[in-house]
Structure formats: structure tokens, C-alpha cells
């Protein structure tokens, strides 16, 4: 079994597809005002106009149950974050090492945090 996409529920379709494709840099496959798709190496990142407002608050203590932290993978972790800076994207955890990889940690604009690794140096 594999996961096949995952769904982030969005209060602004338009700011949301910029952010991901303009900003995080993933390929746009298709686009509708409810419902989004991004291509990845994996699993198709969906966005979902979602009904109910969310809080915009950036959540820096535990995760409540019921919610998922998405994890992308980047061949160049330094570029992304110099990127992500430029961009103005709130960032919760620096690029450091976690576990033998480099992870930083970044905040969408309806406040999801996402996290990114670099690509495992070979030795």
C-alpha cells in the first residue's frame, strides 16, 4: 500500500495555489475553484476549498489530534530555505539536523506547518 495524495483544506484557493506553486515551487497539474492538484515524486498534494474559516494561528506547541504534518524532500535544502526567506514564509524550525537528515519546518498561509528535508548525503 502506498499513500496516494493528500488533502489540504485551504480558506483561499488563489493565495494557496500561488503559495505552492509559486513559492514552494511544486508543478501545478490542475486547478479549479474548489479543488487543486500539485504532481510530486509521490503522492499528488490536493488542495480543498474548505467551507469552515480556520484560525490562522501558528500552532508552536503540541499538534491536537486529527491534523497531519505534510513532509516534502528537496535535492538542495539551503536554496529552499534562502527561498522560503526571500519569499517571507514563516519558518518554525531553521534548517538542523534531526535523526541524521537536515529538516527545517515552514508555515503555509492558513497556517499549516509543513516540514522539508534535504536529500541524505551519501558517504
Known amino acids: 500500500m502506498k499513500i ?3 488533502i489540504v483544506f485551504v480558506s483561499n484557493m488563489k493565495r494557496s495555489v500561488n503559495f505552492y506553486e509559486n513559492v514552494v515551487g511544486l508543478p501545478l497539474k ?3 475553484t474548489h479543488w487543486t492538484e500539485f504532481e510530486t ?3 499528488t498534494l490536493a488542495l480543498h476549498l474548505s467551507e469552515v474559516a480556520q484560525t490562522s494561528e501558528i500552532n508552536t506547541g503540541p499538534e491536537p489530534t486529527g491534523r497531519c504534518r505534510p513532509g ?3 535535492s538542495n535544502l539551503d536554496e529552499f530555505h534562502k527561498r522560503m526567506t526571500v519569499n517571507n514564509v ?3 524550525q531553521e534548517p538542523k539536523e ?3 537528515a537536515m529538516i527545517a519546518q515552514y508555515v503555509d498561509p492558513d497556517g499549516m506547518v509543513f516540514s522539508v528535508a534535504g536529500e541524505m548525503q551519501k558517504l
Open 4 to 6: 496516494n495524495y493528500v
Open 90 to 92: 514563516n519558518c518554525n
Open 98 to 100: 534531526v535523526f541524521g
Open 72 to 74: 516534502f524532500q528537496v
Open 41 to 43: 515524486e509521490g503522492a
Open 30 to 32: 490542475f486547478e479549479t
